[in-house]
């Protein structure tokens, strides 16, 4: 069986047993399969404790032998020291996958000797489980949100395994504002058995993952986890944060190399060369995270710059040049088109300054001017895309306005607003190439409305131009290895 | 904890030199009469080094003698190194100068914990260390990889020729990176490797010094 096929009862599962089931509002025996009903899990869940004869009205069975149906996912939540006996009662149900909640195993000394029973027993049975010590999983296709926190993510297209919970589950639910949404989640807890590798190669199958997430802090095997992330990469992108002390290579180290192999560098080096995308923060995962689901890959570095505000043109310039990207000159036949639309006193170059312009019309052709030139590669559109909330709100409150006007004049700012958001949408399908907004005021997103949360903006130019340049590097990374393949 | 062996200078760069790894052109006088020889099918200048693998740091402990355009000037380096040293001496080095162009690179090889063998690059010399221009990438390496590893550092601003300095041979340099990368693939007693200096003759990469630590 490949890893499609084994995992396909952890992600997809039928029917599903908590085992350790509680009433007990501060167990996880209580919260996980309450955060299961809560998240509208499409299978049949059942509850198991040998002490319990029913939870908030549901029935609970002594045993997984006495549970009427296969069970194809088994949530074990009891302490420790039973997990193997519990695991015994798995393989004997047919069992096919497990998550192991329970902590308090190769944390420690002791409890390492249990985890190494526990994974015989599980291999014993030809069950593949999750964890010990996981805070759970998150499947969009079967609404499975078997985790702590109790509100599900936003579905989505990117899958995440993170080898931290609580690091992990707290992006999930950061990216609900961020307009990040997952196909799959899993917390790795100790990887006893299933590793993250094992879990890259799965969202690399995945049809359902179009990016791949991975908060690392330790890699046992190195080589195998190149091997499978080189093959992802070819295919998909995959996002990296890597967390963990840098470790010193100082030792006694006869040697500089020895002296200076600090374990960033390497992994720094290993990411770069599997064409993996690394991020320093969370936060910089989530949005290149938005950015990679959304958006097609650049053909070059060549950036255009359309400003509604000179001075973030600058800011902007200046960080893609420092990002390595190119401000191109723009040729003379776009230079003459735009002279046409704008007042004498624009930039007649690249960054384009639409000098602070109310012509939401001269924003569109400018714009679509911008990305379909074919020395552009790649379009930064500042300040235009999220409608001025502000305004409306200064207009509300001024004197002398009939209700009638204002209404009229807000249906007109939202109607610009989806005019021009329609039409970088338009633009992206039609030139394959990626266009990022700035917001002009953080949170203005008035009209919140879908086609809004399809766009990628960010509220600061310093981050947009992060993420292109990743893009960038990534587009860069699949062209250098298709030549080189041949 | 590992056992480890150093070879000495001379025995590093012969193993280096098997594998294809262009090295200084060098001979061991083990005496006066070897260092009056090595000269004869050197040339000059020459430098005169202390060979021996309980000698590190040679720099520092004055071991090192540079710019011998004289014979006279050999036989008093040779002389001046014996005293200086204490014994275990395994002879002394004598190397063909190479001009210094100010362009020093590292190359190397460590095993990692996760990744295994992995190869290092970048700006070398005795400031290494403090300059910390260096950048790796897992063992083997393709074309590809070595072209990025050297590229991903500051000094090949330099290597690509500024001030009026002609560029280097840069695919001879990726061929030293990714032989060292197979070196530490094939033979699983190398610990740790250390070309450094690596200096240009013509452009063309040559290790001036080079360290190698077994062990497993």
């Not at chain 2, 098997?18 to 000269?39: D, F, R, S």
């Not at chain 2, 072209?147 to 001879?172: A, C, E, M, W, Y």
């Not at chain 2, 032989?179 to 094939?186: P, Q, R, Y």
């Amino acid at each position: 069986m490949n890893i499609v096929e084994q995992l396909k009862p952890l992600f997809h599962p039928r029917t599903i047993a908590v085992v350790g089931a509680s009433g007990n509002f501060m167990k996880w025996g209580c919260i996980i399969p309450k955060n299961i009903l809560n998240g509208g899990f499409q299978g049949k869940l059942f509850l198991v404790n040998k002490k319990e004869k029913e939870i908030f009205g549901s029935p609970v069975y002594p045993d997984l032998k006495s549970v009427p149906d296969d069970i194809d996912l088994a949530l074990i939540v009891t302490p420790a020291s039973v997990v193997k006996n519990v695991m015994q009662e798995c393989g004997e149900k047919k069992v096919k996958a497990a998550i192991v909640i329970t902590a308090g195993f190769s944390e420690t000394k002791e409890g390492a000797t249990l985890e190494r029973e526990v994974a015989a027993m599980a291999g014993k049975y030809g069950i593949r489980f999750v964890g010990p010590n996981t805070m759970g999983i998150f499947s969009a296709s079967e609404s499975l949100c078997a985790m702590m926190p109790p509100v599900p993510p936003k579905k989505g297209n990117v899958s995440f395994v993170a080898q931290s919970g609580n690091l992990g589950t707290q992006l999930l639910s950061l990216g609900l504002n961020r307009g990040v949404g997952f196909a799959k989640f899993v917390s790795s807890g100790n990887e006893a058995d299933l590793r993250c590798e094992d879990y890259i190669e799965y969202f690399g199958r995945d049809d359902d993952t179009k990016v791949v997430l991975a908060y690392i802090e330790g890699l046992d095997d190195g080589r195998k986890f190149l091997e499978v992330s080189r093959r992802l990469t070819k295919r998909k992108p995959f996002i990296i944060f890597k967390g963990g002390r840098t470790k010193a290579g100082g030792k006694a180290a006869r040697s500089h190399c020895g002296a200076l192999a600090g374990e960033r560098k390497i992994y720094e080096g290993a990411f770069k060369q599997a064409g993996i995308v690394q991020a320093v923060a969370g936060d910089e995962m989530l949005d290149l995270a938005k950015a990679f689901s959304h958006l097609p890959l650049p053909r070059g570095k060549r950036v255009g710059i359309l400003t509604w505000g000179g001075g973030w043109g600058v800011v902007s310039a200046d960080a893609c040049e420092e990002a390595g990207l190119e401000v191109v000159a723009l040729p003379d036949s776009l230079i003459k088109e735009i002279d046409e639309i704008l007042p004498s006193y624009w930039s007649r170059g690249n960054p384009i300054d639409l000098v602070g312009t109310l012509d939401r019309e001269a924003h569109r052709k400018c714009l679509e001017l911008l990305v379909t030139c074919d020395e552009v590669d790649c379009v930064l559109a500042l300040g235009m895309l999220a409608g001025p909330s502000t305004f409306m709100n200064l207009l509300r409150a001024a004197p002398g306005i009939t209700p009638d006007a204002l209404n009229s004049f807000v249906d007109q700012i939202h109607q610009s607003n989806r005019q021009i958001r329609e039409l970088v949408l338009a633009l992206i399908e039609k030139t394959h190439k990626p266009v990022i907004g700035v917001n002009i005021l953080p949170e203005d997103d008035a009209d919140n409305d879908a086609m809004a949360r399809q766009l990628v903006m960010f509220p600061t130019p310093e981050r947009a131009v992060h993420v292109l340049a990743k893009l960038c590097e990534y587009a860069e990374y699949l062209r250098d290895s298709e030549r080189s393949d041949v | 904890m590992m056992q480890t062996k150093t070879l000495s200078e001379f025995e590093a760069k012969k193993l280096l030199s098997t594998h294809g790894i262009p090295v200084v052109q060098e001979i061991l006088a083990k005496n006066l009469n070897e260092a009056k020889t090595a000269v004869t099918v050197l040339g000059f200048p020459v430098v005169l080094k202390a060979c021996s693998p309980e000698i590190l740091h040679k720099t520092e402990k004055k071991l090192v003698e540079v710019n011998l355009y004289t014979l006279d000037s050999v036989c008093m380096a040779f002389e001046n190194i014996q005293k200086r040293v204490d014994g275990g001496l395994e002879g002394v080095l004598i190397q063909r100068q190479i001009a210094d162009d100010m362009r020093e690179c590292i190359a190397g090889l460590v095993r990692d914990e996760a990744f295994g063998p992995c190869v290092m690059f970048g700006s070398g010399g005795i400031y290494t260390e403090a300059v910390r221009d260096v950048t790796f990438r897992v063992a083997p390496l393709t074309k590809l990889d070595a072209f990025n590893l050297i590229h991903d550092t500051q000094i090949v601003n330099l290597l690509k020729g500024v001030r009026g300095q002609n560029p280097v041979n840069i695919p001879s340099l990726a061929d030293i990176l990714i032989k060292l990368g197979n070196l530490g693939m094939e033979d699983t007693n190398i610990f740790e490797i250390d070309t450094n200096p690596i200096m240009f003759l013509d452009g063309e990469p040559v290790c001036v010094d080079a360290l190698v630590v077994l062990g497993r």
